[in-house]
């Protein structure tokens, strides 16, 4: 379970990007983000990688109090949390197989329970026929499969997107996007934020929209007013 | 997550092979570290080794320059030598010419010389010649100080002859050489330390993605800096030995060659110190790839990490 008490972020420049945030997250849960742009998704998910700190209050994951962590155990929390992109973040130089075993080789796994990990994943991507292949071989929805790939291929408990569709076209990010719920439904708790409204309104899930570092609307039971948004 | 032994070497043996991989697929990238350090090397090297004969070349000319003492006649060769053997920085033994050893190698070289000398009438050869002594010293700056101590303490002697201004100027040649030489060496060292430093860095630069990929799947910073601690490493080691195999090829080659076209060049026997600059080179030369590569990443590490600057204290 994620929670947010009080949280503020003011970057070194004096942007306020969130406001005294308060937000819970169901473990496995499936979770969108929106807003305007500038609105503070990314600041929000960057905290919970601790790509951020935040400037004031507390962010608990499953128990942890993150913004305590030491700079050792950072790498242990991104272990335990997945991340996806806009831009893929592919090796160029590293085929779909090698880009997913990334991931693994970084914690030591061992090569026959890796392949049997990147089996599965590929499975769960519709990549086995890709394994072999180099990222600039694939389209850019076949890529943000790959991402999904590595970023679960671990089985963290908490999956963060960031604008993943972003890049896509319409068919690639509805494939994506059941993906993404597809791996919540296995008990991982997903957080998604977007600009795409039409997907959003589709999937009916929980939908959190910020405006201006503030959240302004919680709706449980999926979509938003699409007032001020970009589509 | 507890990490067994066989789990550690896994991701040794990875980062390693990053490390290589990564060494292999910028062959350009590698070869600019390289061969800029090789340079570096090379010049350090060269001017060591350079460093190293002419003060030898100094030295051996410096103990070749002698206090000649001309004796009276009522003074026996071997007396006057053992009262200057004893005087400190005279280097034993005193080489001693006799009169009758003087005057015979001067008629060899002049024969003519015989026929002036003889008296006409008993046939009998008057000697000119004194006997002479041969001071060498060990430090030729004292060269006046122990002239002026045989004159005033040696019974007999006639006169004494040195070439002090000589061995001055080469003690002066020889402190510059030093000087300029060892100041040259540093800010060379210094130069292209900053020179691999930013080639290195711009290698790492070119792996940003990589590192930055690395930090968001959770590898930890000595996982992430251990290929470029590797790269470095092999860097100096490649850039070292290539360095000294153009050393070693210098002095048995090109030098010996012009040791033969101008005589004054005397070069140490052997290979004289080649062996103790070879393993400085090469030892300079990993601690510039390993220093290089760790400030490098350290700094990129830093850069990534910026972020949390933003943290105000509660
Ligand atoms: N590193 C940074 N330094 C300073 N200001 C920043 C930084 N990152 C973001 N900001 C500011 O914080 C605010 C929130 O940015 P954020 O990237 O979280 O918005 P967003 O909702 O993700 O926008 P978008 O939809 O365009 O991706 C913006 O005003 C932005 O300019
Ligand atoms: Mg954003």
Do not use: C
């Not at chain 1, 790939?149 to 890049?167: F, M, Q, S, W, Y």
């Not at chain 2, 790492?204 to 930890?220: D, T």
Request: hydrophobic residues 45%.
């Amino acid at each position: 379970m994620i929670r947010f008490v009080n949280v503020s972020k003011v970057y070194p420049t004096g942007n306020k990007a969130l406001d005294n945030i308060n937000l819970e997250i169901e473990a496995g849960s499936f979770t969108f983000l929106v807003g305007t742009t500038g609105s503070g998704k990314s600041t929000l998910i960057k905290l919970l990688y601790r790509e951020e700190l935040a400037s004031s209050g507390d962010i608990w994951v499953f128990g942890k109090n993150i913004e305590h962590l030491s700079r050792n155990e950072v790498p242990t929390l991104r272990q335990q949390t997945g991340v996806v992109f806009q831009d893929f973040k592919l090796l160029p130089q590293k085929t779909v197989a090698e880009n997913i075993a990334f991931a693994l080789e970084i914690l030591g796994v061992a090569k026959k329970e890796q392949e049997k990990r990147i089996h599965s994943v590929l499975e769960l991507t519709h990549l086995q026929a890709m394994a072999k292949a180099y990222p600039r071989e694939l389209s850019g929805g076949e890529q943000q499969r790959v991402s999904v790939a590595r970023a679960i291929v671990n089985k963290p408990p908490v999956l963060l997107a960031d604008e993943p569709t972003g890049n896509l076209d319409p068919d690639s990010s509805w494939e994506i996007m059941k993906l993404l719920t597809k791996i919540a439904k296995s008990g991982t708790t997903v957080v998604v934020s977007t600009h795409n409204k039409p997907l959003v309104d589709l999937l009916k899930r929980r939908v959190i929209k910020l405006d201006q570092g503030k959240i302004v609307e919680d709706n449980q039971g999926g979509g938003y007013n699409q007032h001020g948004t970009r589509r | 997550m507890a990490l067994d032994a066989s789990q550690m070497t896994r991701q040794w043996l990875f980062s390693l092979q990053q490390g290589l991989q990564n060494m292999v697929r910028s062959p350009f990238m590698s070869l600019v570290v390289v061969s800029t350090m090789t340079v570096a090397l090379g010049v350090l090297g060269f001017l060591m080794l350079t460093l190293s004969d002419l003060t030898y070349i100094s030295q051996q000319m410096s103990t070749q320059l002698k206090i000649v003492v001309f004796l009276q006649d009522q003074q026996t060769p071997e007396s006057a030598a053992a009262l200057i053997e004893g005087i400190k920085g005279v280097k034993a033994p005193v080489v001693q010419i006799s009169k009758e050893e003087a005057l015979k190698s001067m008629t060899e070289e002049l024969p003519d010389l015989k026929k002036l000398l003889e008296d006409p009438h008993t046939h009998e050869v008057h000697n000119p010649f004194p006997a002479t002594l041969e001071v060498s010293l060990y430090a030729v700056e004292k060269m006046a100080e122990i002239e002026a101590e045989i004159k005033k303490n040696v019974p007999g002697v006639e006169g004494t002859e040195a070439n002090q201004d000589l061995a001055e100027q080469l003690n002066q040649i020889q402190s510059a050489v030093q000087l300029v030489g060892f100041g040259i060496a540093a800010i060379l060292f210094l130069g292209t330390l900053a020179i691999v430093i930013n080639t290195i860095q711009l290698a790492v630069h070119h792996r940003q993605r990589e590192i930055e990929i690395m930090h968001l799947v959770g590898a930890p910073d000595w996982f992430i800096r251990l290929p470029f601690l590797l790269e470095g490493l092999i860097f100096g080691m490649a850039s070292g030995l290539v360095a000294n195999i153009l050393l070693f090829f210098w002095r048995v080659v090109p030098l010996e060659q012009l040791k033969r076209m101008f005589t004054f060049i005397q070069l140490q026997p052997g290979l004289g110190p080649l062996y103790p600059i070879s393993a400085l080179v090469l030892l300079v030369g990993l601690l510039m790839g390993v220093l290089g590569s760790s400030l490098s990443v350290h700094r990129y590490i830093r850069f990534e990490k910026s972020a949390e600057k933003g943290k105000i204290p509660v």
